[in-house]
């Protein structure tokens, strides 16, 4: 069984920095790609960095590329998102999701396409809150 734990949110200033961290076990980087997601109130939630170790690819999207750093750490089966330059646009709750398959793999974590699947495994979200 898959479990996931997001962490590390909390209040910043604009412009400051927060790393969260994703705790995973029954989960190790050679299942599948894993990723960030984000929702605001009433927005659609959206994905902004996803990786895959086991390929050696990581995407970003538009809207974080060049301010946030997706890594894992292969051996503790936990991956981070550290989050540089942040602004009033990025507070959210941030999401960690998995999936257990390669199926995709390439799609999502080369190309940034992560199709919608019941399956996946997703955190509990932590809450980023930057103020400006």
């Known amino acids: 069984d898959v479990q996931l734990q997001a962490s590390g949110g909390g209040l910043v200033q604009a412009g400051g920095s927060l790393k969260l961290s994703c705790a995973t076990s029954?989960?190790?980087?050679?299942?599948?790609?894993i990723g960030w997601f984000r929702q605001a109130p009433g927005k659609e939630r959206e994905g902004i960095s996803y990786i895959s170790s086991l390929i050696g690819d990581s995407y970003y999207s538009d809207s974080v590329k060049g301010r946030f750093t997706i890594s894992t750490d292969n051996a503790k089966n936990m991956v981070y998102l550290q989050m540089n330059n942040l602004k009033p646009e990025d507070t959210a709750i941030y999401y960690c999701r998995a999936r257990d398959n390669l199926r995709f793999v390439t799609g999502i974590a080369r190309m940034g396409q992560w199709p919608e699947d019941d399956n996946d495994f997703w955190g509990q979200g932590t809450l980023v809150t930057v103020s400006s």
């Open positions: 029954g989960f190790t980087f050679d299942d599948g790609p």
